[in-house]
């Protein structure tokens, strides 16, 4: 889905934590609150490929952070720089409270020159260290946008290297490597996405759209724009949230993740309508179907 100037500047590593709400509290069927951290190139990403997901974690207690590694100041057909970022980062702090999520951290790396170097790799170390990850989630390193690759190569990078400590020494490291997840694609090469986790978001769509809505600058301009559709955009507000539903929801469920839902959720799964799945980078953890569960304890 298309997103997205001079290569001389170098990536800044200055960040904004945007903080929310705290998360609903815990349910009686949490015991142990898991720490979940998104990464995404842009502050929309997150929200598109994990935030039905993110929002069934917040519900049950769960610490859920999202992570742009670029403020987004490229992603716009007549707005940029600065003020861009500006725009988007509150965006995406209102998408954040939307969801329920604990925080939404947007990096001051420039949209459009994301490269996978030792300093964003070490942004992402820190990161992950300070939220205590019990979950990683990033894109695969298979994409269009190579702000969206190297995204998956930095993170997949990290795997590992989170519980070395004289590796960025100055953040305190992991003692237990965390479970590496990537989120859904429909790219073949050069492999395609294996759905190892589908999580079924039909009771959390709606709460997912409104965050969506949340990012005008995209959803209602930039995107449309790109697609060469932007005339197709209700001007009202209601109707131009209608429309999202239309786009965003309800699309249909490839074979291989609905054989994923039904793994997980049985017979119930031939009724799902919208879900998220989730592949396993052999990097990190490697899981055992009990620790998925765990993981994601959706599936009862």
């Known amino acids: 889905m298309p997103k997205r100037r001079s290569r001389t500047r170098l990536l800044v590593p200055a960040a904004l934590a945007l903080a929310l709400p705290a998360a609903a509290p815990r ?5 142990t609150p898991l720490r979940i951290i998104v990464f995404g190139a842009h502050p ?3 929200d598109m490929d994990a935030g039905g997901t993110a929002a069934l974690w917040a519900a049950r207690g769960h610490a859920v952070k999202f992570v742009a590694l670029t403020n987004g100041d490229a992603g716009h057909q007549s707005e940029g720089g600065g003020a861009l970022a500006k725009r988007r980062r509150a965006e995406a702090q209102e998408a954040g409270r939307r969801f329920g999520i604990a925080e939404y951290e947007v990096l001051d790396n420039h949209d459009g020159e994301l490269e996978p170097t030792l300093a964003v790799r070490q942004q992402v170390i820190r990161r992950i260290r300070q939220w205590q990850a019990d979950v990683v989630i990033a894109p695969r390193p298979n994409d269009y946008h190579p702000d969206h690759r190297y995204t998956g190569v930095v993170v997949q990078d990290t795997a590992y290297m989170v519980v ?9 490291p992991l003692r237990k490597n965390p479970v590496f997840l990537y989120s859904y694609d429909h ?16 009771s959390v769509i709606e709460k997912k759209i409104h965050a969506l809505d949340a990012h005008v600058s995209q959803v209602y301009e930039w995107l449309p724009w790109v697609d060469g559709s932007l005339e197709s955009v209700p001007k009202d507000k209601a109707a131009r949230l209608s429309w999202l539903r239309q786009q965003r929801s309800g699309q249909r469920i490839s074979d291989e993740v609905r054989a994923a839902l039904r793994k997980w959720y049985g017979a119930k799964a ?15 953890r490697r899981p055992s179907e009990a620790d998925l569960r765990r993981l994601f304890p959706f599936f009862d």
């Open 187 to 202: 790219f073949q090469r050069p492999n395609p996405f294996r759905p190892d986790v589908a999580v079924a978001i039909d």
């Open 164 to 172: 070395v400590p004289n590796v960025a020494p100055d953040t305190e």
């Open 270 to 284: 031939d009724a799902v309508k919208d879900a998220e799945a989730f592949e396993v980078c052999e990097y990190g």
């Open 27 to 31: 349910t009686a069927a949490a015991q």
């Open 44 to 46: 929309d990403d997150c």
